[in-house]
């Protein structure tokens, strides 16, 4: 590892082999990342074919949680391709916990792929908490009971309001930044 780059896990999930961002696609969208902002990737943690909705399904997300609380890591930061790869928990202070769980232990988390840096300013909370909730209503429109939870699957309808959603938010997040002077996403 070079002297000057900050080791880094990173956090991959997908759902369903059907699933727009492949294991591989998710990985190649990290590694830019890493080599853009001098971050080194040291271990992968994954969970293939399981849904974001619980954590007691998701063997990876929960050994990366147990080895940062122990101090058992090697990296100093953790990659994840965006806020609903972390997870589409129906209750979104469950997706925020396990966040600050990592943050708390010196392992900050970062989104690889969204439009916000998660430095916690004003903008980037107010995005965090909307994607995260955008995130677990997904799931919540397309399932009808709970044992169907570990097969979402979002529909072109779903994708656009969400899409507007993004839009609306990052509006909102312009008139932040006007307001307060902070950094909106551009």
């Not at 759902?15 to 969208?29: F, G, M, R, V, W």
């Amino acid at each position: 590892m070079a002297a000057n780059l900050v080791p880094a896990a990173q956090y991959l999930r997908m759902a369903t082999e059907h699933q727009q961002y492949s294991l591989e696609n998710q990985s190649t969208a990290i590694q830019k990342y890493a080599d853009a902002h001098g971050f080194e990737i040291v271990r992968t943690y994954s969970d293939v074919a399981k849904s974001g909705v619980a954590l007691k399904r998701r063997a990876g997300l929960r050994q990366l949680l147990q080895d940062v609380v122990s101090g058992n890591t090697g990296f100093r930061a953790i990659l994840v391709y965006d806020v609903s790869r972390w997870g589409r928990f129906q209750d979104t202070d469950e997706s925020a916990h396990y966040e600050f769980v990592c943050k708390s232990a010196g392992v900050p988390v970062h989104y690889c792929a969204e439009t916000f840096a998660n430095d916690g300013s004003l903008p980037s909370l107010i995005m965090k908490a909307l994607k995260r909730t955008m995130a677990g209503e997904l799931v919540a429109r397309h399932l009808k009971t709970t044992e169907d939870l570990h097969d979402s699957r979002s529909s072109p309808r779903t994708e656009s309001l969400v899409a507007s959603a993004v839009q609306w938010a990052q509006r909102i997040m312009r008139r932040i930044d006007a307001e307060f002077g902070n950094s909106a996403p551009k």
